[in-house]
Every structure is written in structure tokens, then in C-alpha cells.
């Protein structure tokens, strides 16, 4: 059974940074595309960047440049590093990964950021 266990999340001043960690067990990370998403307060849940099974990464528009995908293959697990954090990056920030047909999603870690 595969399982994805977000953590990370908290309240941060505007400007500030963190790091969300995603653990994975049941698969292996360094096999699969990882993605972190995430909904915004009252909004659809969105994209926000990915890294491919070749360490290849892209980024939403709006995180570009502030937020890194990273992954740790020993550990089984994916980061997203969070820079230079706005009011409206606040959001549940998900975890997300798979290949083929067989996706999963975490259960989610609350981030809010406040000025």
C-alpha cells in the first residue's frame, strides 16, 4: 500500500520561509513524478511544481523562482522549500506522486502566512 505523509507545515511571517517534507513509503520515490499541489482558502486546488524520475523540475508561474522541488532518494522523500512567503501562498499544500495509472495523494499540511 502506497502512502504519502506531508509535514512541514505551520504559521509564517510574510518574507519568511519553510519546508514541507513529503515521506513516502510503498514506492519509491526515485522511480516515480512527484508533485506538490495545493488549495488555497475557498479556491480549487492547484499545481504547483513537479520533479521527473530524470531530476527534472518545473513550477507554477506564480512560485517560480521562490519555491524548490527537491527529493532525497535515500529517504524516500520530496521537499518543497518555500522562500520569500506571501499571504497568498497560504494554502493545504498536498503531495502527489506516481506513474502511469497509479497516483496517490497525502492527506495534506496546513500553511499559512501572515503579514
Known amino acids: 500500500q502506497v502512502q504519502l505523509v506531508e509535514s512541514g507545515g505551520g504559521l509564517v511571517q510574510a518574507g519568511g520561509s519553510l519546508t514541507l517534507s513529503c515521506v513516502v513509503s510503498?514506492?519509491?520515490?526515485?522511480?516515480?513524478?512527484m508533485a506538490w499541489y495545493r488549495q488555497p482558502p475557498g479556491k480549487q486546488r492547484e499545481w504547483v511544481a513537479s520533479?521527473?524520475?530524470?531530476?527534472?523540475?518545473n513550477y507554477a508561474g506564480r512560485v517560480q523562482g521562490r519555491f524548490t522541488i527537491s527529493r532525497d532518494n535515500a529517504k524516500n522523500t520530496v521537499y518543497l522549500q518555500m522562500n520569500s512567503l506571501t499571504p497568498e501562498d497560504t494554502a493545504v499544500y498536498y503531495c502527489?506522486?506516481?506513474?502511469?495509472?497509479?497516483?496517490?495523494w497525502g492527506q495534506g499540511t496546513q500553511v499559512t502566512v501572515f503579514s
Open positions: 510503498g514506492s519509491d520515490v526515485s522511480a516515480n513524478t
Open positions: 520533479i521527473f524520475s530524470g531530476d527534472m523540475s
Open positions: 502527489r506522486g506516481g506513474r502511469g495509472v497509479d497516483w496517490y
